[in-house]
């Protein structure tokens, strides 16, 4: 299995410019999420969906920030404007919902600069 | 609500020392515990997982858990560390919340090994 992917692994952008993270869970994986990483806040939970249907959206930050999962095998994060304080590393993750199975595969991250 | 905390920013050991990182939790009903790993830029990494059963959980890499419940407790444990463990560690709890799906996580502990 190639476990979750993410693209693109870096971006750098400016201030104001649309943003948009891919990610492509575990194929069989029912929930996917969003995570936010930096230094100051560590690990944010952004938005979770089950099924292709967002769950809790109540991380996401401000209304900039949008997040979609039009099927199983593909979400997108998207930023739009984005601000120099987005900069951040976005990780995705997946899990098989079953009684005692809750871990989640993450995937590498993107690096987000927005300069 | 639930919630994990690890009171260590930061534990130093001694290559083929034994190595202890903390974790607490606090949840309403049973804990489902989880411990990750996180080397430099990349995701986090599953490493073991306490659902139910024997409270002494062995993980990858040759890494196990001790669940306490008196204690409310969840330590990270290796009887013998290597340069190579050295990483960021989080503690997670399962959010009983909404779906119950989601991972509460730690806001980490980086373990360096020196040789």
Same mark, same amino acid.
């Given at each position: 299995?190639?476990?979750?992917?993410?693209?693109?692994?870096?971006?750098?952008?400016?201030?104001?410019?649309?943003?948009?993270?891919?990610?492509?869970?575990?194929?069989?994986?029912?929930?996917?999420?969003?995570?936010?990483?930096?230094?100051?806040?560590?690990?944010?939970?952004?938005?979770?969906?089950?099924?292709?249907?967002?769950?809790?959206?109540?991380?996401?930050?401000?209304?900039?920030?949008?997040?979609?999962?039009?099927?199983?095998?593909?979400?997108?994060?998207?930023?739009?404007?984005?601000?120099?304080?987005?900069?951040?590393?976005?990780?995705?993750?997946?899990?098989?919902?079953?009684?005692?199975?809750?871990?989640?595969?993450?995937?590498?991250?993107?690096?987000?600069?927005?300069? | 609500?639930?919630?994990?905390? !690890?009171? #260590? =920013?930061?534990?130093?050991?001694? #290559?083929?020392?034994?190595?202890?990182?903390?974790?607490?939790? %606090?949840?309403?009903?049973?804990?489902?515990?989880?411990?990750?790993?996180?080397?430099?830029?990349?995701?986090? !990494?599953?490493?073991?997982?306490?659902?139910?059963? =024997?409270?002494?959980?062995?993980?990858?890499?040759?890494? #196990?858990?001790?669940?306490? +419940? %008196?204690?409310?407790?969840?330590?990270?444990? +290796?009887?013998?560390?290597?340069?190579? =463990?050295? $990483?960021?560690?989080?503690? $997670?709890?399962? =959010?009983?919340?909404?779906?119950?799906?989601?991972?509460?996580?730690?806001?980490?502990?980086?373990?360096?090994?020196?040789?």
């Amino acid at each position: 299995d190639a476990g979750v992917i993410q693209s693109p692994r870096h971006e750098v952008t400016e201030m104001g410019q649309e943003v948009t993270l891919r990610c492509k869970p575990i194929s069989g994986h029912d929930y996917l999420f969003w995570y936010r990483q930096t230094m100051m806040r560590g690990l944010e939970l952004l938005i979770y969906f089950n099924n292709n249907v967002p769950i809790d959206d109540s991380g996401m930050p401000e209304d900039r920030f949008s997040a979609k999962m039009p099927n199983a095998s593909f979400s997108t994060l998207k930023i739009q404007p984005s601000e120099p304080r987005d900069s951040a590393v976005y990780f995705c993750a997946s899990s098989l919902s079953s009684r005692y199975s809750y871990e989640q595969y993450f995937g590498p991250g993107t690096r987000l600069t927005v300069t | 609500a639930q919630s994990v905390a !690890q009171p #260590e =920013d930061q534990v130093n050991v001694a #290559e083929g020392n034994p190595l202890t990182v903390k974790c607490t939790y %606090s949840v309403s009903g049973n804990p489902y515990l989880f411990w990750y790993v996180q080397y430099p830029n990349r995701g986090l !990494q599953f490493l073991l997982k306490y659902i139910t059963g =024997d409270n002494l959980v062995k993980g990858s890499y040759g890494f #196990e858990a001790e669940f306490n +419940k %008196s204690q409310t407790s969840f330590h990270l444990k +290796k009887p013998s560390a290597l340069v190579s =463990d050295s $990483a960021l560690y989080f503690c $997670a709890v399962r =959010d009983i919340g909404q779906a119950g799906t989601a991972l509460i996580f730690g806001k980490g502990t980086t373990l360096s090994v020196s040789s």
